[in-house]
């Protein structure tokens, strides 16, 4: 290489030098007044901040000039601004507790003043929205309020009023008979519109319902429409009553709430093992109570490709799992020693891979849904409010085949007033299961026959 050379790559390398200076110098001096002005904080945390924002700039803009800049480099020289302003956060927060260690009463107050203020600010908006949507009561301890429920969701509904003779009095055919039922959850699943089916008995005035939901006003309409139009269609001969609002009875104070639910897959309905008459049966039950709801909720919900895939691996190792053949050596006369295999079956993973296999068959549709089973009952004595949502889905358990032969389906209860009162006001809470659309429509029949002909009380 030339003098001339090496005297121009010297004087590139000396420029560069000067602009790291030049990079790290003015950063260094913004912090260092930045930190002058800063009233607390002890001289020796500044000196270290200063300290190593000044590496940070000086190790950042090396990086960047010296060599390729990359967004990791600039992220090292933007480093310096960061140490600047926690070692300025840090001081503040110890000037702070100083303050409150040395004036405790002063603290309390400077601090407690906002935080009432802020508090009944905001009692007074609660305050105000309830006189927006205040509760009508009646002289019976029940009220009937406009559901508006968390989350601003509004729910309408259609009420089967009055059964045509025909379906009181058909008792064959059952099959047949149920498939408008079937047909009217597939549309509102296929249409991405929840539906929930509910039986409500109070002071041994039943009512049938179907109920929807929506966010807003014009979407609920539209779920209506569809929901209205199914019925319409399917359930020939049905008087039908349109719900703009779904008013849920409001339980006196005086009655203890229970809610229970039921979990867990049933059979499909196309499988010929699985019984028809199981919702039937609990609506022969709850006619023999004062007082209950039970509500089945069903919410769409498209299947998962990743979720199918992990479904599959899973079953893939279980099954692999299942039957491991072993090898061992053993000696014969005539041909020396020879390997023996024996296959150890695995009790429970062939019981897991089976029950991922259904997971899988459930998986694989592209429509399910989101199922919540719930009854819902009230009394004086709370015991007697759990026997008795207990014994309803007691019931529906013991009607329904499971899909798993191995996994009873399970019941829990809960006495929660607030949350009784959201199912009892047509929200879903929560517990559900996926479920096909098969598995789902168990739920979802009507039949009746002439011994639960006073299941719906005609309106004039």
């Known amino acids: 290489m030339t003098d001339d ?4 790559f010297g004087i590139l390398r000396l420029t560069k030098f000067l602009i790291v200076l030049l990079v790290t ?3 260094v001096s913004c912090i260092t007044w930045l930190l002058s002005l800063v009233p607390f904080g002890s001289a020796t945390m500044k000196g270290q901040a200063l300290i190593l924002s000044g590496i940070c700039f000086f190790a950042g803009s090396c990086a960047l000039i010296f060599s390729k800049p990359s967004k990791e480099k600039g992220l ?5 601004f960061v140490v600047a302003v926690g070692a300025i956060i840090i001081a503040g927060v110890q000037a702070l507790y100083a303050l409150v260690i040395e004036f405790p009463l002063q603290s309390i107050v400077i601090i407690g003043l906002p935080l009432t203020l802020l508090m009944v600010w905001t009692l007074q908006k609660e305050a105000a929205v309830e006189e927006l949507h205040p509760v009508q009561q009646d002289t019976l301890g029940i009220s009937l309020s406009r559901v508006v429920i968390k989350k601003e969701i509004v729910i309408g509904a259609v009420e089967l009023t009055e059964f045509p003779e025909s379906h009181l009095l058909d008792m064959e055919a059952s099959e047949q008979q149920n498939q408008p039922f079937y047909k009217i959850l597939r549309v509102m699943m296929l249409a991405n519109y929840p539906l929930a089916l509910r039986y409500q008995r109070i002071k041994r005035r039943v009512r049938v319902l179907y109920l929807t939901w929506a966010k807003t006003e014009s979407q609920l309409k539209e779920n209506l429409d569809t929901l209205e139009d199914s019925i319409k269609g399917t359930l020939t001969g049905f008087k039908r009553k349109r719900h703009a609002r779904f008013h849920g009875p409001t339980i006196s104070p005086l009655a203890s709430v229970a809610t229970s639910y039921l979990l867990g897959e049933p059979l499909s309905i196309e499988d010929p093992k699985q019984d028809k008459d199981a919702i039937n049966v609990v609506a022969e039950v709850l006619l023999g109570m004062e007082d209950g709801i039970i509500q089945i909720s069903a919410i769409p919900r498209r299947s998962s490709d990743r979720e199918l895939k992990s479904l ?6 279980e099954t ?3 039957q491991l053949t072993v090898s061992t050596p053993q000696s014969t ?5 020879v390997q023996k295999s024996t296959t150890r079956v695995n009790e429970r993973a062939v019981r897991n891979a089976d029950s991922l296999k259904l997971q899988i068959a459930r998986m694989s549709n592209s429509h399910l849904c989101e199922v919540e089973v719930s009854a819902t009952c009230w009394d004086r004595d709370p015991e007697i409010a759990k026997q008795n949502s207990k014994k309803l889905l007691g019931m529906l358990r013991g009607s329904l085949v499971p899909a798993d032969s191995t996994q009873q389906q399970t ?7 607030n949350e009784a009162t959201r199912v009892i006001e047509g929200e879903t809470i929560g517990k559900t299961t996926l479920l096909s659309l098969g598995e789902a429509s168990v739920y979802f029949s009507l039949e009746m026959t002439s011994e639960s002909q006073s299941l719906t009380t005609p309106h004039s």
Not at 76 to 80: A, I, M, R, T
Not at 411 to 417: Q, S, Y
């Open 312 to 317: 599959e691996k899973e079953y893939q190792s």
């Open 76 to 80: 090292l020289w933007l480093s310096g």
């Open 333 to 337: 006369l005539f041909s020396g020693e």
């Open 25 to 27: 110098f003015v950063p």
């Open 5 to 8: 050379g090496n005297s121009g």
């Open 411 to 417: 019941i829990e209860t809960r006495l929660k007033p």
């Open 320 to 322: 692999e799992r299942s």
